[in-house]
């Protein structure tokens, strides 16, 4: 899954010599946080709600209201912006861009293809994607079961689950606490999930949760 397929094309973007206090606007009545800053089609920095917080609480505290008022709408994007912006390829995996997001602690990324800005992604998106991969918008059954980290175990699960003829809506795997193995978790398309878990339970297979998801 591809960020060119995810990402936010229609984007809101600024100059670097527009006021702080219109990028403020722009944030607030959009209500996103993070708004790129261009020249032409090139990225050259980002305004956030963090950084509009930042100038707002750095002229002295001594200034009267008039005064601060009268700075801080002086104040250009340009002053304000974070420039060294991480960005990405549209063609980096959703799961790449999510592992930058996270190890960067940042809440968007910016998506640049021959030095153009045609995109960007958020911590937001990625997490719509996610929902959507674990099947959380869908009625169903979410099964949690341990099997060996092994080829082979997670082909015999699904056996035993077509056997029933049952839909499979999702299915991923994580890292179990016992060494060897794996969880895999299951969104069934079906709210009657006791006879599956009878069967994978008799075959080996531990069930370590299942509900009714509806």
Do not use: Q, W
Not at 60 to 67: D, F, N, P, V, Y
Not at 74 to 90: A, C, D
Not at 102 to 107: A, P
Not at 112 to 135: A, F, K
């Amino acid at each position: 899954m591809l960020v060119r397929k995810k990402m936010k094309k229609d984007l809101i973007t600024i100059t670097k010599n527009e006021r702080m206090t219109v990028a403020k606007k722009i944030l607030e009545e959009k209500n996103i946080r993070h708004l790129p800053v261009v020249e032409g089609k090139k990225l050259i920095g980002l305004v956030t709600n963090m950084d509009i917080r930042k100038a707002e609480a750095s002229p002295a505290t001594s200034l009267e209201i008039r005064e601060l008022h009268y700075l801080l709408d002086k104040l250009t994007v340009g002053e304000i912006m974070t420039r060294n912006v991480i960005t990405i390829s549209p063609d980096v995996s959703v799961e790449e861009a999510a592992t930058i997001l996270h190890d960067n602690k940042i809440g968007c990324l910016p998506v640049v293809e021959d030095g153009n800005l045609v995109g960007i992604i958020t911590e937001n998106d990625v997490m719509e994607i996610l929902i959507n991969v674990m099947g959380m918008k869908e009625k169903g059954s979410r099964l949690e079961v341990l099997a060996e980290d092994k080829p082979g175990a997670l082909a015999e699960i699904t056996r035993i689950i077509k056997e029933h003829n049952v839909n499979i809506i999702s299915v991923v795997t994580d890292v179990a606490d016992e060494p060897g193995k794996r969880v895999v978790v299951f969104k069934l398309k079906t709210f009657y999930f006791e006879p599956i878990k009878k069967a994978l339970e008799a075959a080996g297979f531990p069930v370590l949760y299942a509900k009714i998801e509806k």
